[in-house]
């Protein structure tokens, strides 16, 4: 009677620990997963310095070395499945104001640091105003030597920041 007993509890304890192991792998799972897509949208955004993302991407890799290889296969698959919905959604922020475009953009505001889709004025450049005199040398003196006043295609864009209304850069046309 006494080894039967002793067997029975034997069982119990390897069975709760064997809970506690799973309960602790899927933990790690969910932890290893969660890291990875912070580290890759923060690599995306560029905020994370490189030390820190070399630090971030140590510990997913311990984290990796502690999970079974069919569930390493697992969590790939569904991580290249969150990755390739949010690459659809993820806004393009230009933190180089020198690359902006000639339309509004997101990017940061050098002034008051803050995160926005810049405003777009267009006015006339000299390239607008050359252009003018050239035609009017041509001999389009009847009007028609104003036309590029009125197009945006050669006027200058300037960005300006709509929360603190300063001029972010300015896009100069050829």
């Known amino acids: 009677m006494m080894s039967g007993t002793c067997g029975a509890e034997e069982l119990e304890r390897i ?3 064997m809970k506690w192991r799973a309960l602790e792998r899927k933990q790690f799972c969910d932890e290893n997963q969660e890291m990875r897509l912070l580290n890759e949208l923060r690599t995306r955004i560029e905020f994370v310095s490189r030390a820190e993302s070399d630090m971030y991407q140590n510990e997913i890799e311990c984290i ?15 991580q290249d499945k969150i990755l390739d919905i949010q690459e659809h959604r993820a806004p393009t922020v230009i933190l180089d104001i020198e690359k902006l475009p000639a339309c509004p953009a997101k990017t940061q ?8 889709t810049t405003e777009t004025v267009t006015s006339v450049s000299s390239l607008n105003w050359l252009i003018c005199a050239i035609t009017a040398m041509i001999g389009c003196v009847a009007g028609c030597c104003l036309v590029p006043l009125c197009m945006d295609r050669f006027k200058k864009v300037t960005h300006m920041c709509p929360k603190c209304q300063t001029s972010i ?3 100069k046309r050829l």
Request: glycine content about 6%; aromatic content about 4%.
């Open 64 to 78: 990796e070395d502690r999970l079974t290889p069919e569930r390493r296969g697992e969590r790939q698959q569904n």
């Open 169 to 171: 850069h300015t896009v």
């Open 109 to 116: 505001c050098p002034e008051c640091r803050g995160f926005i």
């Open 15 to 17: 069975s709760e620990e």
